[in-house]
């Protein structure tokens, strides 16, 4: 398994409870990675490593995932290397945001302090760009409703308005014509 851009490692360590027979940790930061590996108790091998341009090998790893990370950096090399480091039938998993929704963009426009200038959530062709690399590719949406009505409940966890609005925007995002209101994507996919 391979957190690609694994940051200080706090879902590297989620991923632990799966039992991989091998997991590898990537990320830019040094102080990131020796952040990682401060809290590694030797299962997980972390590495200072550019995402767009690994010094890993070919084909080497059954799945690929990473939590807000592809927005950073630039997605054709990235999603290349991806591609280039995943094993014939390998999984990718990635949660990013979409930047399709007209409201929420108005909203990083006038928050422009709260993210990092190298930003760029993705796009409906940025979805097309997986399906023209990868075999089988499945998109789930996420956060419309539940996102507009953060001021209605205090933790997600136990809300039963969160649950709600929850089943709501998935049948919202049954319809494709509302999966631009979305503000993130789950991406699954898999390598012929």
Known sequence: VLD?????GVYTEKVLNFNPSKIIAIDISEKAIEVGQSKNQGKINYMV???ENTNLNSNSFDTIYGVGILHHLNLEKAVKEIERLLKKDGNIIFIEPLGTNPIINLYRNFTPSSRSSDEH???FSDIKYFNSLFGKVKIT???FLTLLCLPLYKSPTNSKIFSFLTKIDKILFKIPFLRFLAWSILIEAKKD
Do not use: K, R
């Open 4 to 8: 690609f851009g694994c940051g200080n």
């Open 141 to 143: 949406y996420y956060g």
């Open 121 to 123: 959530p993705l796009t």
């Open 49 to 51: 490593e550019n995402c």
